[in-house]
């Protein structure tokens, strides 16, 4: 059963001047991750704000667990949770505060939600900090807690908008935990990420999405089966550019990819090591001495560059 | 409903926990009114003569009261359009609560906190020499008027907040209107003084209307307002009542409105 279903959202801003989502459709199956992966401005937000019941599309339709987000919004309300981008919590108040008061605004009586508050404290290790102000919180421990705010009424589907971005790695580490322990009990989860280990190390599924379309989806795996096996990847000093990448399409037959601020020029090869050889004897025959050579699985990164034709990151940065 | 009001409420016990673990806050915005209650009974209180037993004290209180309660419309608008630029606004959105407890919840809070200014003001003003002169009962309807306005302006206060989404920039902008507004106004000295066409923006100001419904409650005679016969100086509680009315039947449905597409 599809838990959540959305089909043929259409969302334009400033009077149709931008177009957030054209004509985006996609499910996850119940007890399943998803992963929206893409840039910044591919749509990401703009999908869960619409699933959310934040946003109305233009056109299209979406429901979640079975109910229609546009035509009955409350009654998605209450099996639904959600954790943005910012820890939208009230940073003056502490964890304690905070939980209690969005127990008691689910309507669980004033013991209950007490109840809650320090379960969840407890099972998001806050509870040393439970009486401390947010502002005092370091930044993962605020997404763990606007994370356990979402948890309250354990929600049928969760969403979770880009729950790492700008937390440090460590943080980001702790917070892939927990989503871990959350998927083991079952819950529904869209994702969305601009970070393609992300997806990667917590999705079953992967949606990729650009300009507001999904534009490939699959497991990680069937994903990079798409851009085909390993890549080779050559990095060499700047005057050795030119004659490396004519040595590299010669003989993996594809068009290279030059990374010129790393100096890198990479491209697929379907026979492995022996490739990685002939490149080598190829490059000392023309007398370049590569400063570092490899042989690589394909990436995320490389599912989107041959996807987009650009690269996550990049955009992701502008 | 009735979840709609316990949510509500909910939103402004969570105002009042604020004031309680940052209670500088609170501090500062009861000192502020006492500070002006003290600047201008010594300052101007000598040099204003006002005709009337008691001195400038006496028309000077009903003015402080409604400009402290306007001031308090920058506090909603910046604490509002901080809860939106935190998303917080977003995680409210999105929980089974009724769309109106959020800025209900939080005119009501403000109200409370307005009632503590106006006990500390009210005791400041008492030590300095102000003593109204009429019924407890008509006193008490006094306070109760300058709740209600500054609960209609609130609404206001909400109204900025989400247009402008920006705490600092909506703060100064409330500033920008309110400081005019309580100055050209019979709430510190004659309107007789200024310009001819000033006086009628004076005579019309609902801060002036509210200032003289006030000085008539406690007991005084309007003379600061009273530059013509006309409808708010002859009638000022009758015209307060109608500019708060206003003020809500506009902003209510539009703050409303503004909330529940504040995404869109």
Known sequence: MKSVIAQHLVKTYRDGEVKALDDLSLDVEEGTVLSVLGPNGAGKTTTVRILATLLKPDSGSASVAGIDVIKH????????????????VDETLTGWDNLVMFGRLYHLGKQASIKRAEDLLERFSLTDSARRPIKTYSGGMRRRLDLAASLIVQPKVLFLDEPTTGLDPRGRQEMWGVIEELVKGGVTLLLTTQYLEEADQLADEIA???HGKVIARGTSDALKSQVGGERLEVIVDAAHIAPTTAIIEKISGQKAHLDEALRKISAPVSTGSLALMDVLRALDDAKIHPLDIALKRPSLDDVFMSLTGHAAEEEAKA | ???AIADALIITKRQLLQLARVPEVLIFSTIQPVMFVLLFRFVFGGSISTGQPGGYVQLLMPGIFVQTVAFTLAATASGLAEDMKKGLIDRFRSLP???SALVVGRTLGDSLLNILVLVVMAAAGFAVGWRPTASVLS??????????????????GIYAGLAVRDARTVQNVSFLITFPMTFLSN????????PKALQYVAEWNPVSTMVAACRQLFGLENQFGATANSFPSQHPLTTSIFYMILIMVIFIPLSVRKYKNSSN
Request: glycine residues 8%; charged residues 15%.
């Open chain 1, 73 to 88: 919004p409350d009654k998605v309300r209450e099996l639904i949770g959600l954790s943005g981008q910012y820890a939208a």
């Open chain 1, 208 to 210: 990729v999405i650009d």
């Open chain 2, 97 to 99: 609560i009724a769309r």
């Open chain 2, 187 to 194: 709430a510190f000295a004659p309107t007789t003084g200024m």
């Open chain 2, 1 to 3: 409903m009735k979840n």
């Open chain 2, 139 to 156: 006193v008490f309807s006094a306070f109760v008027f300058l709740l209600l306005f500054g609960y209609a302006l609130s609404w206001t």
